[in-house]
T-cell receptor, first 111, second 112 residues
Framework: QKEVEQNSGPLSVPEGAIASLNCTYSDRVSQSFFWYRQYSGKSPELIMSIYSNGDKEDGRFTAQLNKASQYVSLLIRDSQPSDSATYLCAVKAGGNTPLVFGKGTRLSVIA | ETGVTQTPRHLVMGMTNKKSLKCEQHLGHNAMYWYKQSAKKPLELMFVYSLEERVENNSVPSRFSPECPNSSHLFLHLHTLQPEDSALYLC???????????FGPGTRLTVL
Protein backbone atom coordinates (compact mmCIF):
# COMPACT_ATOMS: atom_id res chain seq x y z
CA GLN A 1 0.00 0.00 0.00
CA LYS A 2 1.56 3.26 -1.13
CA GLU A 3 1.26 5.88 1.58
CA VAL A 4 1.85 9.59 1.89
CA GLU A 5 2.04 10.89 5.44
CA GLN A 6 1.49 14.43 6.62
CA ASN A 7 1.02 15.87 10.08
CA SER A 8 -2.62 16.95 10.20
CA GLY A 9 -1.85 20.04 12.29
CA PRO A 10 -2.99 22.64 12.84
CA LEU A 11 0.39 24.21 12.38
CA SER A 12 0.24 27.73 13.77
CA VAL A 13 2.83 30.33 12.80
CA PRO A 14 2.92 34.09 13.36
CA GLU A 15 2.58 36.43 10.42
CA GLY A 16 5.94 37.02 8.75
CA ALA A 17 7.47 33.75 9.95
CA ILE A 18 8.53 30.77 7.87
CA ALA A 19 6.01 27.93 7.75
CA SER A 20 7.51 24.48 7.19
CA LEU A 21 5.25 21.68 5.97
CA ASN A 22 6.55 18.14 5.70
CA CYS A 23 5.52 15.04 3.82
CA THR A 24 6.96 11.52 3.81
CA TYR A 25 6.15 8.77 1.34
CA SER A 26 6.56 5.03 1.30
CA ASP A 27 7.09 4.21 -2.39
CA ARG A 28 10.82 4.38 -3.14
CA VAL A 29 10.27 4.65 -6.88
CA SER A 30 8.26 7.88 -6.58
CA GLN A 31 9.39 10.43 -9.13
CA SER A 32 6.97 13.36 -9.14
CA PHE A 33 5.87 15.42 -6.17
CA PHE A 34 3.20 18.08 -5.90
CA TRP A 35 1.93 20.51 -3.32
CA TYR A 36 -1.68 21.66 -3.44
CA ARG A 37 -3.29 24.39 -1.35
CA GLN A 38 -6.92 23.98 -0.37
CA TYR A 39 -8.84 26.77 1.28
CA SER A 40 -11.80 25.79 3.43
CA GLY A 41 -14.77 24.94 1.25
CA LYS A 42 -12.74 25.19 -1.94
CA SER A 43 -10.97 22.73 -4.24
CA PRO A 44 -7.22 21.96 -4.27
CA GLU A 45 -5.01 24.37 -6.21
CA LEU A 46 -1.62 23.27 -7.53
CA ILE A 47 1.12 25.53 -6.17
CA MET A 48 4.37 23.59 -6.65
CA SER A 49 5.76 20.62 -8.55
CA ILE A 50 9.21 19.13 -7.96
CA TYR A 51 10.88 16.22 -9.70
CA SER A 52 14.57 16.17 -8.71
CA ASN A 53 16.46 16.33 -5.44
CA GLY A 54 17.15 19.74 -3.99
CA ASP A 55 15.24 22.97 -3.72
CA LYS A 56 12.83 24.64 -6.09
CA GLU A 57 11.77 28.20 -5.41
CA ASP A 58 8.72 30.06 -6.66
CA GLY A 59 8.11 33.41 -5.03
CA ARG A 60 7.60 32.90 -1.31
CA PHE A 61 7.33 29.12 -1.76
CA THR A 62 10.24 26.66 -1.73
CA ALA A 63 9.81 22.94 -2.25
CA GLN A 64 12.58 20.67 -0.99
CA LEU A 65 12.97 17.07 -2.10
CA ASN A 66 15.17 14.36 -0.60
CA LYS A 67 14.52 11.06 -2.35
CA ALA A 68 17.05 9.14 -0.27
CA SER A 69 15.15 10.02 2.89
CA GLN A 70 11.77 9.87 1.13
CA TYR A 71 10.51 13.25 2.17
CA VAL A 72 9.38 16.42 0.49
CA SER A 73 8.74 19.70 2.25
CA LEU A 74 7.21 23.06 1.48
CA LEU A 75 8.53 26.25 3.02
CA ILE A 76 6.46 29.41 2.97
CA ARG A 77 8.47 32.54 3.70
CA ASP A 78 6.94 35.70 5.12
CA SER A 79 3.73 33.83 5.94
CA GLN A 80 0.53 35.80 5.55
CA PRO A 81 -2.93 35.19 7.04
CA SER A 82 -4.06 34.50 3.46
CA ASP A 83 -1.75 31.45 3.47
CA SER A 84 -4.02 29.84 6.07
CA ALA A 85 -5.29 26.71 4.35
CA THR A 86 -4.80 22.96 4.18
CA TYR A 87 -1.75 21.90 2.18
CA LEU A 88 -1.93 18.56 0.39
CA CYS A 89 1.13 16.60 -0.64
CA ALA A 90 0.76 14.30 -3.66
CA VAL A 91 3.29 11.76 -4.89
CA LYS A 92 3.53 9.81 -8.11
CA ALA A 93 5.69 6.89 -9.19
CA GLY A 94 6.94 6.72 -12.75
CA GLY A 95 4.89 5.81 -15.79
CA ASN A 96 1.11 5.65 -15.81
CA THR A 97 0.52 5.54 -12.09
CA PRO A 98 -1.96 7.69 -10.19
CA LEU A 99 -1.17 10.43 -7.72
CA VAL A 100 -1.31 9.36 -4.08
CA PHE A 101 -2.45 12.15 -1.77
CA GLY A 102 -1.74 12.74 1.88
CA LYS A 103 -4.51 13.85 4.24
CA GLY A 104 -3.09 17.36 4.33
CA THR A 105 -1.67 19.72 6.93
CA ARG A 106 -3.80 22.59 8.15
CA LEU A 107 -1.78 25.80 8.40
CA SER A 108 -2.94 28.77 10.44
CA VAL A 109 -1.06 32.06 10.12
CA ILE A 110 -1.79 34.31 13.06
CA ALA A 111 -1.82 38.07 12.46
CA GLU B 1 -15.24 29.87 -19.00
CA THR B 2 -11.72 28.99 -18.01
CA GLY B 3 -10.08 26.06 -16.27
CA VAL B 4 -12.27 23.24 -15.01
CA THR B 5 -15.93 23.85 -14.26
CA GLN B 6 -18.37 21.64 -12.39
CA THR B 7 -22.14 21.70 -12.00
CA PRO B 8 -24.03 21.67 -9.80
CA ARG B 9 -21.95 23.12 -6.99
CA HIS B 10 -24.29 21.75 -4.34
CA LEU B 11 -26.63 18.78 -4.53
CA VAL B 12 -28.99 17.27 -2.00
CA MET B 13 -30.60 14.01 -2.97
CA GLY B 14 -32.57 11.21 -1.45
CA MET B 15 -31.40 7.63 -1.52
CA THR B 16 -33.81 6.73 -4.32
CA ASN B 17 -32.99 9.67 -6.60
CA LYS B 18 -30.98 9.64 -9.80
CA LYS B 19 -28.79 12.62 -10.53
CA SER B 20 -25.72 13.47 -12.61
CA LEU B 21 -22.65 15.58 -11.95
CA LYS B 22 -21.10 17.39 -14.87
CA CYS B 23 -17.52 18.48 -15.45
CA GLU B 24 -16.06 20.46 -18.33
CA GLN B 25 -12.44 21.37 -18.88
CA HIS B 26 -11.37 24.30 -21.07
CA LEU B 27 -7.63 23.56 -20.91
CA GLY B 28 -7.24 21.29 -23.94
CA HIS B 29 -6.22 18.41 -21.68
CA ASN B 30 -6.45 14.75 -22.62
CA ALA B 31 -7.15 13.16 -19.24
CA MET B 32 -9.98 13.67 -16.75
CA TYR B 33 -10.60 12.33 -13.27
CA TRP B 34 -13.25 11.96 -10.59
CA TYR B 35 -12.13 12.14 -6.96
CA LYS B 36 -14.08 11.85 -3.73
CA GLN B 37 -13.03 13.94 -0.75
CA SER B 38 -14.41 13.06 2.68
CA ALA B 39 -13.51 14.67 5.98
CA LYS B 40 -10.27 13.43 7.55
CA LYS B 41 -9.48 11.17 4.58
CA PRO B 42 -7.09 11.59 1.67
CA LEU B 43 -8.47 12.29 -1.75
CA GLU B 44 -9.81 9.05 -3.22
CA LEU B 45 -9.39 8.50 -6.93
CA MET B 46 -12.57 7.06 -8.41
CA PHE B 47 -12.25 7.07 -12.18
CA VAL B 48 -9.72 8.13 -14.80
CA TYR B 49 -10.27 8.75 -18.48
CA SER B 50 -7.54 9.24 -21.05
CA LEU B 51 -8.71 10.36 -24.49
CA GLU B 52 -12.25 9.29 -23.56
CA GLU B 53 -11.16 5.79 -22.63
CA ARG B 54 -11.51 4.67 -19.02
CA VAL B 55 -8.12 3.65 -17.65
CA GLU B 56 -8.81 3.34 -13.94
CA ASN B 57 -11.76 2.22 -11.87
CA ASN B 58 -10.80 1.93 -8.25
CA SER B 59 -13.36 -0.56 -6.98
CA VAL B 60 -16.05 2.07 -6.95
CA PRO B 61 -19.59 0.83 -6.19
CA SER B 62 -21.79 0.47 -9.24
CA ARG B 63 -24.15 3.14 -7.95
CA PHE B 64 -21.54 5.54 -9.39
CA SER B 65 -21.38 5.42 -13.17
CA PRO B 66 -18.97 7.63 -15.15
CA GLU B 67 -19.36 8.81 -18.72
CA CYS B 68 -16.84 10.61 -20.89
CA PRO B 69 -18.38 11.56 -24.26
CA ASN B 70 -15.34 13.57 -25.38
CA SER B 71 -12.05 14.81 -23.96
CA SER B 72 -13.63 18.00 -22.59
CA HIS B 73 -16.63 16.58 -20.76
CA LEU B 74 -17.02 14.13 -17.92
CA PHE B 75 -20.15 13.02 -16.09
CA LEU B 76 -20.78 11.06 -12.94
CA HIS B 77 -24.20 9.46 -12.84
CA LEU B 78 -25.54 8.72 -9.38
CA HIS B 79 -28.34 6.37 -8.35
CA THR B 80 -29.51 4.78 -5.11
CA LEU B 81 -26.75 6.41 -3.13
CA GLN B 82 -26.13 5.90 0.58
CA PRO B 83 -25.68 8.58 3.26
CA GLU B 84 -21.98 7.65 3.49
CA ASP B 85 -21.61 8.81 -0.10
CA SER B 86 -22.04 12.39 1.10
CA ALA B 87 -18.78 14.15 0.25
CA LEU B 88 -17.11 16.68 -2.00
CA TYR B 89 -16.77 15.28 -5.52
CA LEU B 90 -13.93 16.79 -7.44
CA CYS B 91 -13.23 16.66 -11.14
CA UNK B 92 -9.69 17.21 -12.40
CA UNK B 93 -7.89 17.24 -15.72
CA UNK B 94 -4.30 16.95 -16.91
CA UNK B 95 -2.42 17.31 -20.17
CA UNK B 96 -1.42 13.65 -20.13
CA UNK B 97 -2.77 10.93 -17.89
CA UNK B 98 -1.44 11.14 -14.32
CA UNK B 99 0.54 14.33 -14.92
CA UNK B 100 -0.03 17.58 -13.03
CA UNK B 101 -3.74 17.75 -12.31
CA UNK B 102 -5.96 20.81 -12.12
CA PHE B 103 -9.15 20.63 -10.11
CA GLY B 104 -12.61 22.02 -10.62
CA PRO B 105 -14.49 23.72 -7.77
CA GLY B 106 -16.23 20.49 -6.75
CA THR B 107 -19.80 19.42 -6.07
CA ARG B 108 -20.81 19.19 -2.43
CA LEU B 109 -23.16 16.18 -2.32
CA THR B 110 -25.46 15.40 0.56
CA VAL B 111 -27.43 12.15 0.55
CA LEU B 112 -30.38 12.08 2.90
Amino acid sequence: QKEVEQNSGPLSVPEGAIASLNCTYSDRVSQSFFWYRQYSGKSPELIMSIYSNGDKEDGRFTAQLNKASQYVSLLIRDSQPSDSATYLCAVKAGGNTPLVFGKGTRLSVIA
Amino acid sequence: ETGVTQTPRHLVMGMTNKKSLKCEQHLGHNAMYWYKQSAKKPLELMFVYSLEERVENNSVPSRFSPECPNSSHLFLHLHTLQPEDSALYLCASSQRVYNEQFFGPGTRLTVL
